[in-house]
């Protein structure tokens, strides 16, 4: 019988390869495999990748319940002392509050270079922000087929690997999350690179030029056309791959 506390196929993968290293850092609720695809592409190009897993996922949402968002600067504190062993240099790579996660931890701890895939910025009217701050003691997860979860219009495949179900007082945990990126933001010193499809169904449509707007470090861009949210597991995705491995070489001396 089986005494793993995480879920099965979820476990944070290591990938040995050279002196450089990349830390892949998953979405809200998701787990390191969602990022598999982009370690497994990277590491065939020689790179040392670490597929990190953020507190309070890929066990029970019960302890993302329990979990604040410097939580998952920790997470990403941890994943750096690991790699300080392996590699000379490290990027960190996120998608969608992995983004998020990425940035705020560039501003804070000496990185190679960050890449931000499908980040929201998230500009929350005053009465969202009372909304989150209500919610932020129910700690019960809404499963996300249910009409009370807030992303009920943004649909996965069965399998995908993320919790089925959110607890609401998480959102408040992202609100700050995003108050302390957008503080980030002009104090990253690192070469940045933000990727975005202009048909991402799920965060706000001009995220891109808003994150781009704040940063003065150097930056670069790069919008794809009918990508899914989750850029690192569209059937395209490749074309995404070879953008942000030819921005590590461009970056890695």
């Given at each position: 019988m089986s005494t793993s506390f995480l879920v099965p196929h979820s476990e944070p993968f290591l990938l040995p390869g050279n002196r450089t290293g990349c830390i892949l850092i998953h979405g809200f609720t998701a787990m390191p495999e969602e990022m598999r695809f982009l370690g497994e592409y990277l590491h065939g190009q020689g790179y040392t990748v670490l597929g990190l897993r953020l507190a309070g996922h890929a066990t029970h949402?019960?302890?993302?319940?329990?979990?604040?968002?410097?939580?998952?600067?920790?997470?990403?504190?941890?994943?750096?002392?690991?790699?300080?062993?392996?590699?000379?240099?490290?990027?960190?790579?996120?998608?969608?509050?992995?983004?998020?996660?990425?940035?705020?931890?560039?501003?804070?701890?000496?990185?190679?270079?960050?890449?931000?895939?499908?980040?929201?910025?998230?500009?929350?009217?005053?009465?969202?922000?009372?909304?989150?701050?209500?919610?932020?003691?129910?700690?019960?997860?809404?499963?996300?087929?249910?009409?009370?979860?807030?992303?009920?219009?943004?649909?996965?495949?069965?399998?995908?690997?993320?919790y089925a179900a959110t607890p609401p007082n998480i959102y408040w945990q992202v609100n700050q999350l995003q108050a302390a990126m957008e503080t980030a933001l002009p104090k990253i010193v690192c070469p940045t690179f933000i990727i975005q499809s202009r048909h991402d169904p799920f965060i706000p449509p001009d995220s891109l030029d808003q994150i781009a707007a704040r940063l003065t470090t150097h930056r670069q861009t790069l919008w794809l056309a009918h990508f899914e949210h989750a850029l690192v597991r569209d059937a395209r995705r490749e074309t995404a791959f070879e953008g942000i491995e030819g921005f590590i070489r461009e970056h890695t001396v």
């Open positions: 949402p019960r302890d993302l319940a329990r979990t604040v968002w410097t939580d998952w600067l920790v997470s990403v504190e941890e994943g750096l002392a690991l790699l300080s062993h392996l590699t000379d240099r490290v990027y960190l790579i996120g998608l969608s509050m992995g983004g998020m996660v990425s940035l705020t931890a560039a501003a804070r701890y000496p990185v190679a270079g960050v890449v931000a895939l499908s980040t929201p910025f998230l500009q929350f009217k005053p009465d969202e922000i009372k909304e989150t701050r209500k919610n932020s003691r129910r700690r019960k997860p809404v499963p996300k087929n249910s009409p009370a979860h807030p992303t009920l219009g943004f649909r996965r495949e069965a399998n995908y690997p993320a």
